[in-house]
Nanobody
Framework: QVQLVESGGGLVQAGGSLRLSCAASGRTFSSYTMGWFRQAPGKELEFVAA????????NYANSVKGRFTISRDNAKNTVYLQMNSLKPEDTALYYC????????????????WGQGTQVTVSS
């Protein structure tokens, strides 16, 4: 069983930056692909980024490629999402998720989910 707790969300102006963190419990953290998803008001949950258990490979949604960076520190059981050049359309509830499918963009492939952290980007 893995429990995930996100932090780092907040209100930022367009063009600004935020770094989200997701702390995981459990001793098998490094065996999981970790992903970030987001859900804007009135929209479906969408894939943002994923990283393999070793941290050696990543995958990004086209909408965030070049602006967001996912990373992980397995010694700290933590995955991060560095978000730069934020846009109002990045406003959403951001969720951290863990699963066994390598770099999957499909939410059903992720077994463990955090409670979410709100990111609001003002124009």
């Amino acid at each position: 069983q893995v429990q995930l707790v996100e932090s780092g969300g907040g209100l930022v102006q367009a063009g600004g930056s935020l770094r989200l963190s997701c702390a995981a419990s459990g001793r098998t953290f490094s065996s999981y692909t970790m992903g970030w998803f987001r859900q804007a008001p009135g929209k479906e949950l969408e894939f943002v980024a994923a990283i393999t258990g070793s941290g050696g490979s990543t995958n990004y949604a086209n909408s965030v490629k070049g602006r967001f960076t996912i990373s992980r520190d397995n010694a700290k059981n933590t995955v991060y999402l560095q978000m730069n050049s934020l846009k109002p359309e990045d406003t959403a509830l951001y969720y951290c998720a863990g699963g066994r499918s390598c770099l999957s963009v499909i939410l059903e492939d992720y077994n463990y989910w955090g409670q979410g952290t709100q990111v609001t980007v003002s124009s």
